[in-house]
């Protein structure tokens, strides 16, 4: 059963690592503080085929894709504005040719840079390269820690051991590494050897990241749902590590907000300090928010500024702060610290961005949503839909779902 709100909802307290309560007096923008990280999609080309990916559904071309000069502006009005950190991510990133120059780049004006990879694409050379060109840290997706398992996740074989390579050479490099290992029903019981990997590759973080269920994923999420109770393990195998490892790894633990009492406060709240360029230069909120019907994203290809998109964009806007909100949030404690939990989940979930995040315990549809959770958890199917641009390919030729 969920938990009942009133006996378990904590204390409603300001968070204090909000990034636009700190940054505020050195507004550039009038309302809204400055986005602290941007996250780059250079492109939606991968060699893998994660059930989970958070790209859209409708995956945008290569032919699409904002050029090298056009990410260079890009980088440049970023800096300019105030950002301060700069994931490049994807697809891909590493598919882009001309990675190496946008890090020079994005380097040069100052801006922190994170690299979000697979690694398959990377050897010693080209990380070479990019620690040449100031690269500032990488972060290396994994599926799990048994090489055949996490290959038929990722939809690619040989992709685990070559994560590995490259990981390895990266700490050579003396790059800062973050493991990120995206968790489901299929490799939570891997965790205790996940971690143990990510000590053994002397990574700095290790993210053990449960899937969020948007567009890929939620296609997926009957063969990733994990069982509360694995997901109650996981939390004890979790905190012990923390323990275990403290001074030498950081641990940082996303629970499946289906479990959850209060949904996670996503993005840092709607436009607030963080947003998205899609490949072809769309600025969005989040990466999910094109899964939004009836929302108009503003491009950097257009004559607008991103300073004035980030102030005056109409999707950005929409549901920022919280005027827009609907009851029970409007008279919630919480509305300033969740920000109503997730809009693209809300709408996923109820047709309505408008609506509270299902997430939340206060939702009257939470109750229904931890119930099919459970029983998707315990009798969903073990076979994916594999993401790629031909709409997704049933594991094994089976049904798609
Ligand atoms: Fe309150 Fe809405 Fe947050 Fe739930 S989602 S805790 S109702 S503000
Ligand atoms: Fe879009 Fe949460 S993913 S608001």
Known sequence: MSPSPTSVMPPALADPADGVAVLEPQAATAAYGIPLAVLAEL???CPLQCPYCSNPLELERAKEELTTAEWQRVMSELADLGVLQLHLSGGEPTARRDLVKLVRHANHVGLYTNLITSAVLLNRDSLAALA????????????????EAADRVAGLNGAHAKKIAAARIARDLDLPLTVNAVIHRQN???????????VDLDADRLEVANVQYYG???KNRAALMPTPAQVE????????????????LVIDHVIPDYYAVRPKKCMGGWGRQFFNISPSGKILPCHAAETITGLHFDSVRGNRSIAWIWQHSEALNRFRGTDWMREPCQSCAYREIDYGGCRCQAFALTGDAANTDPAC????RHERLFATAEHEATAGAAEFVYRNFSGGT???GGRQR
């Open 43 to 45: 492109t939606h080309r």
């Open 132 to 147: 040449d060109a100031g690269l500032c840290h990488i972060q290396i997706s994994f599926q799990g820690s048994m090489p």
């Open 188 to 198: 939570i019981d891997q965790l205790p050897a996940i971690i143990d990997m990510a």
């Open 216 to 218: 890929w994923a939620l």
């Open 233 to 248: 393990t996981a939390v004890a195998i979790v905190e012990a590590a923390r323990k275990r490892l403290a001074g030498t």
């Open 361 to 364: 315990t206060l939702s009257p």
């Open 394 to 396: 049933p594991e094994g």
